[in-house]
């Protein structure tokens, strides 16, 4: 394990326009981007990190530490996981149907399920101005949100 920037989250969307990139950090629900190309969507990321982290030092808050994550170097890419056999035999009968081993259905259900939930995140988050939560300087979108604002005022456009 190792100290290192924020773990970032990339994934693409379906929007009217066609595909457009998101990149999220995990640990800082809110902070986003998105663009129509990967660095586009990088760019305007690590922009409104660098709003709400210079909104967090201006109001005398201290910036969050990213976590310890692992080097991809050292992670086997095995998991043990302990089932209930009713689940482990559904499992089997299910890998049976679509003629796939259990390893590759598990990995197709795991990717289709955090992909679905990445992409409702993102409708919920960006798309409808984070309306599930409060809209309080304690909200990094809606930091950033006042923030571009800001900026665009101040820059003219």
Known sequence: MKQCDFAIRGYQIETK????WVIEYPELPGVTGGGVS????????ED????????????????????????LGDLSGKITLRLSKSLHQSIILRAQVERVSINALINEVLSTYLAARDAQ????????GNA????TDAD???VIQ??????RRSSGR
């Open 146 to 151: 006042e923030r571009r604002k800001t900026v």
């Open 140 to 142: 990094p979108a809606y």
């Open 38 to 45: 990967y660095e586009e969507a990088l760019r305007e990321a």
């Open 17 to 20: 326009e066609g595909f457009e």
């Open 48 to 71: 409104n990190k660098r709003f709400y982290f210079d909104y967090l030092q201006e109001s005398g808050r201290s910036i969050p530490a990213p976590s310890e994550v692992a080097d």
């Open 121 to 128: 995140k993102f409708v919920e988050v960006v798309l409808t």
């Open 132 to 135: 599930t939560l409060k809209r």
